[in-house]
């Protein structure tokens, strides 16, 4: 390793706070009398030699003296040098390798060695460390200690509470959570004689101040474990809301009941005002229902001036299914005859006051539950206002039929003018599964020689046949004929030239079999 690599890294354990400020500037002044020893030896090599002046002999340089190189106290494998009296930028002597080995640290790595540097582990604090109980410690077990700043005099103390027993790395993290043995005494004075390491760790990383323990005992819960304290701290429930709630009444409370009434932020001054607005002989469980589903008193006030005065299950229903005051309030006012079993079916199915509005200024006098059921099978209300304004007297029902066949409103009107009357919806819907349009509808009744039936229109659409096959044997001569006659003689591709030939023969009767023939001819 290069003197410079050497003070790089002696820079990076400073700013890391591996090494502080001052050992950092006692190995840069090392390095730095190393690094002129090295200088010096290079000026002077480079110095010229002593020439012999030797009559005919050309003069021959002097071989300058090469000074020894500083040995740095370890050799290319990382393993410590013989000879630690020479420079180390750590500082690692043969004493102090000597130190360590007396304690049960002979022959270590140089990468150990640093540790011990790096972290101020002596000798000293070893031995003082196997004093106080800790034997056989590993360097890394030894740097975690140092680390959290655990001294001998900590580890006595917790031996003097009767926790001696624990490991390294427990009473590492028993110092790094701030666990004192005041903390300890004063945590078995309410009856905590067990205490593990994880209660110890638990009860200070949670915050658990004797004083909160204190309060609770005091209130009378004195059989709590540790695991209720916590959870209790957690919650950041007080002694106080405690209090108060068993001044309200509730002396019986278990921990998970006062943990739900943290959770859930119901505050005594909520319960006063159930109580004041008749809920008095509301069960705590149900107070708690009304904590989760965010039942507020002034929710309930607001329900009971639109003039619902509900009970505690209806209220609950009410917000779980988002039924709030003014979605309310818009509802009553174009149905105020809705009762609370229409209202949560309304909420639950998302049914908008603006929906229930439009059908109704359309036309529809159906109950609500019609009317939920239309906004259910997706049917639109400009749908519902078209079908009316076709036909007035159209049901919930009907119009649900014409939607599923996808009888399309503005059709409707249009079908009752080609056929002259009033098409049913279940014509309405057989036009549609036959995808019969008002224009082909109407060019087919236009062509025929007496009004057609939708029955006859369906027929004619299901062969194909277009309008202009009905025009073209009219004119060829043919006189009226059934829709069935008509459609054989498609069927049979007799031609409107076939027909006008036949009826020029002077045929006095002719019919569907003298065409047909006369096609094969």
């Given at each position: 390793?290069?003197?410079?690599?050497?003070?790089?890294?002696?820079?990076?354990?400073?700013?890391?706070?591996?090494?502080?400020?001052?050992?950092?500037?006692?190995?840069?002044?090392?390095?730095?009398?190393?690094?002129?020893?090295?200088?010096?030896?290079?000026?002077?090599?480079?110095?010229?030699?002593?020439?012999?002046?030797?009559?005919?002999?050309?003069?021959?340089?002097?071989?300058?003296?090469?000074?020894?190189?500083?040995?740095?106290?370890?050799?290319?494998?990382?393993?410590?040098?013989?000879?630690?009296?020479?420079?180390?930028?750590?500082?690692?002597?043969?004493?102090?390798?000597?130190?360590?080995?007396?304690?049960?640290?002979?022959?270590?790595?140089?990468?150990?060695?640093?540790?011990?540097?790096?972290?101020?582990?002596?000798?000293?604090?070893?031995?003082?460390?196997?004093?106080?109980?800790?034997?056989?410690?590993?360097?890394?077990?030894?740097?975690?200690?140092?680390?959290?700043?655990?001294?001998?005099?900590?580890?006595?103390?917790?031996?003097?509470?009767?926790?001696?027993?624990?490991?390294?790395?427990?009473?590492?993290?028993?110092?790094?959570?701030?666990?004192?043995?005041?903390?300890?005494?004063?945590?078995?004075?309410?009856?905590?004689?067990?205490?593990?390491?994880?209660?110890?760790?638990?009860?200070?990383?949670?915050?658990?101040?004797?004083?909160?323990?204190?309060?609770?005992?005091?209130?009378?819960?004195?059989?709590?474990?540790?695991?209720?304290?916590?959870?209790?701290?957690?919650?950041?429930?007080?002694?106080?809301?405690?209090?108060?709630?068993?001044?309200?009444?509730?002396?019986?409370?278990?921990?998970?009941?006062?943990?739900?009434?943290?959770?859930?932020?119901?505050?005594?001054?909520?319960?006063?005002?159930?109580?004041?607005?008749?809920?008095?002989?509301?069960?705590?469980?149900?107070?708690?229902?009304?904590?989760?589903?965010?039942?507020?008193?002034?929710?309930?006030?607001?329900?009971?001036?639109?003039?619902?005065?509900?009970?505690?299950?209806?209220?609950?229903?009410?917000?779980?299914?988002?039924?709030?005051?003014?979605?309310?309030?818009?509802?009553?006012?174009?149905?105020?005859?809705?009762?609370?079993?229409?209202?949560?079916?309304?909420?639950?199915?998302?049914?908008?006051?603006?929906?229930?509005?439009?059908?109704?200024?359309?036309?529809?006098?159906?109950?609500?539950?019609?009317?939920?059921?239309?906004?259910?099978?997706?049917?639109?209300?400009?749908?519902?206002?078209?079908?009316?304004?076709?036909?007035?007297?159209?049901?919930?029902?009907?119009?649900?039929?014409?939607?599923?066949?996808?009888?399309?409103?503005?059709?409707?009107?249009?079908?009752?003018?080609?056929?002259?009357?009033?098409?049913?919806?279940?014509?309405?819907?057989?036009?549609?599964?036959?995808?019969?349009?008002?224009?082909?509808?109407?060019?087919?009744?236009?062509?025929?020689?007496?009004?057609?039936?939708?029955?006859?229109?369906?027929?004619?659409?299901?062969?194909?046949?277009?309008?202009?096959?009905?025009?073209?044997?009219?004119?060829?001569?043919?006189?009226?004929?059934?829709?069935?006659?008509?459609?054989?003689?498609?069927?049979?591709?007799?031609?409107?030239?076939t027909i006008r030939e036949v009826i020029a023969g002077g045929l006095v009767d002719p019919s569907v079999r003298n065409f047909i023939?006369?096609?094969?001819?």
């Amino acid at each position: 390793m290069t003197i410079k690599e050497e003070r790089t890294m002696i820079l990076t354990m400073i700013a890391e706070g591996k090494i502080t400020a001052e050992e950092g500037d006692q190995l840069l002044q090392a390095l730095d009398k190393s690094e002129e020893n090295i200088q010096s030896a290079a000026k002077k090599s480079a110095r010229p030699g002593r020439i012999l002046n030797v009559p005919g002999v050309p003069g021959v340089p002097g071989v300058p003296a090469v000074p020894p190189l500083p040995n740095l106290g370890f050799d290319p494998s990382g393993r410590l040098a013989a000879g630690f009296g020479r420079i180390d930028p750590f500082g690692i002597t043969e004493e102090f390798r000597q130190e360590l080995a007396e304690t049960g640290y002979p022959d270590l790595d140089y990468s150990e060695y640093q540790q011990f540097r790096i972290h101020s582990i002596t000798p000293k604090y070893i031995q003082a460390l196997a004093e106080a109980g800790l034997t056989g410690l590993s360097v890394d077990e030894l740097v975690q200690l140092k680390i959290h700043n655990v001294s001998p005099k900590y580890i006595l103390s917790l031996g003097e509470e009767g926790l001696g027993n624990f490991s390294a790395e427990e009473i590492a993290k028993l110092r790094m959570f701030n666990v004192r043995p005041k903390f300890i005494r004063q945590m078995r004075e309410f009856s905590f004689d067990t205490l593990t390491f994880d209660d110890l760790t638990e009860l200070s990383i949670h915050n658990v101040r004797p004083q909160f323990v204190q309060e609770l005992f005091e209130l009378g819960f004195t059989e709590m474990t540790v695991d209720e304290i916590v959870e209790l701290s957690i919650h950041n429930i007080s002694p106080r809301l405690v209090k108060e709630m068993v001044d309200l009444g509730f002396d019986d409370l278990e921990i998970d009941e006062i943990v739900e009434i943290g959770i859930h932020d119901i505050r005594p001054s909520f319960i006063r005002e159930l109580r004041e607005m008749g809920f008095a002989d509301l069960e705590l469980d149900d107070i708690v229902r009304f904590g989760v589903h965010d039942v507020r008193a002034a929710f309930i006030r607001e329900l009971r001036e639109l003039g619902l005065d509900l009970n505690a299950d209806d209220l609950i229903e009410f917000s779980i299914h988002g039924l709030r005051p003014q979605y309310i309030k818009q509802l009553l006012e174009i149905e105020p005859g809705l009762d609370v079993d229409d209202l949560v079916q309304m909420g639950i199915h998302g049914v908008s006051p603006r929906y229930v509005r439009e059908v109704r200024e359309a036309g529809l006098k159906d109950e609500i539950d019609e009317i939920i059921g239309l906004y259910i099978k997706g049917v639109p209300a400009s749908y519902v206002s078209q079908m009316l304004s076709y036909n007035a007297e159209l049901d919930s029902e009907e119009i649900l039929r014409g939607h599923h066949g996808q009888v399309v409103g503005g059709e409707a009107g249009e079908f009752s003018e080609i056929f002259e009357e009033e098409v049913s919806m279940r014509d309405l819907r057989r036009l549609a599964d036959n995808n019969i349009t008002p224009e082909y509808a109407k060019e087919v009744t236009e062509a025929w020689w007496v009004p057609l039936s939708v029955r006859d229109v369906i027929r004619l659409a299901d062969e194909d046949m277009p309008a202009s096959y009905i025009k073209a044997i009219r004119q060829a001569g043919l006189e009226e004929m059934p829709v069935k006659s008509v459609i054989k003689l498609y069927e049979e591709g007799v031609r409107p030239e076939t027909i006008r030939e036949v009826i020029a023969g002077g045929l006095v009767d002719p019919s569907v079999r003298n065409f047909i023939e006369a096609e094969k001819r």
